[in-house]
């Protein structure tokens, strides 16, 4: 598929900042996959729904408006989610939805119920999709994949300087586990686990800028004619 980009990587990796940017640059379309899980773990919260039963979650999913669109407010969100018609774009970032989010997403009926929305994004327009399979799943065929990584600690500080700022050593820690407990139930589950893909190129974000990153993508695209100049 010459149109998408696949940007994969474990949680606060730094795949929003990076894909929107790249995004920009080429003039596509940018398309965090995240949200959906979120979105749909948000409503399954909200119905009070067990997040161990996959085919009803799936069911949720099938019967809930779920949209995903660029951010149309500027208050600092990345995108404007609505589930059935209700502004949720800060609700889906609560840490009751990043506690059960890696739950719901293990189940291979939610993650079918999601498969086609991802597709159909990408046929739209050229797509940066950020995510955990882009590479390996939705999109194998992409024209460029990237797998982007950064240290536990060093993402733990960029989530906290995101979040809470002013936190101490006490929230730092609590965010790093936090962190770990979801990339180790990512990893682990049986369908679509957060791996590189074989032909993906791994960027390790440690020690470079969010525009050293940018720019190293946003090259590779251009020598591949990928992404939609
Ligand atoms: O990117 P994020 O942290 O907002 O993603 C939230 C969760 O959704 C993540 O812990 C795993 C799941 N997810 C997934 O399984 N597959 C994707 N393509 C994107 C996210």
Redesign the pocket.
């Known amino acids: 598929m010459a149109r998408v980009i696949a940007i994969?990587g474990p949680?606060?990796a730094g795949?929003?900042t990076v894909g929107r940017r790249v995004a920009e640059e080429l003039g596509s379309f940018y398309f965090?996959?995240?949200?959906?899980?979120?979105a749909a773990t948000w409503q399954a919260l909200r119905q009070g729904m067990p997040v161990d039963d996959g085919p009803a979650l799936a069911k949720i999913i099938d019967t809930t408006a779920i949209e995903v669109r660029p951010a149309s407010v500027g208050d600092g969100r990345l995108a404007d989610v609505w589930v059935d018609g209700q502004d949720v774009s800060w609700q889906v970032r609560r840490p009751e939805v990043d506690r059960h989010?890696?739950a719901v997403?293990a189940h291979p009926e939610v993650?079918a119920a999601l498969v086609e929305v991802q597709r159909a994004v990408a046929h739209r327009q050229p797509t940066v999709m950020?995510?955990?399979?882009?590479g390996t799943v939705?999109f194998p065929e992409a024209c460029l994949k990237i797998f982007l990584t950064a240290s536990p600690e060093e993402r733990a500080r960029r989530r906290l300087a995101e979040t809470q700022p002013e936190a101490g050593a006490e929230a730092f820690q609590a965010v790093l586990e936090a962190l770990q407990a979801?990339d180790e139930?990512?990893r682990s589950r049986e369908v679509?686990p957060?791996r590189k893909a074989p032909d993906a190129i791994e960027i390790d974000t440690d020690r470079l800028s969010i525009d050293e990153v940018v720019q190293r993508i946003v090259a590779l695209a251009r020598a591949r004619a990928c992404g939609g100049q």
Do not use: F
């Open positions: 994969d949680a606060a795949k929003s965090d996959t995240g949200l959906l899980y979120r989010v890696s997403a993650r950020a995510g955990r399979d882009i939705i979801r139930l990512d679509a957060l």
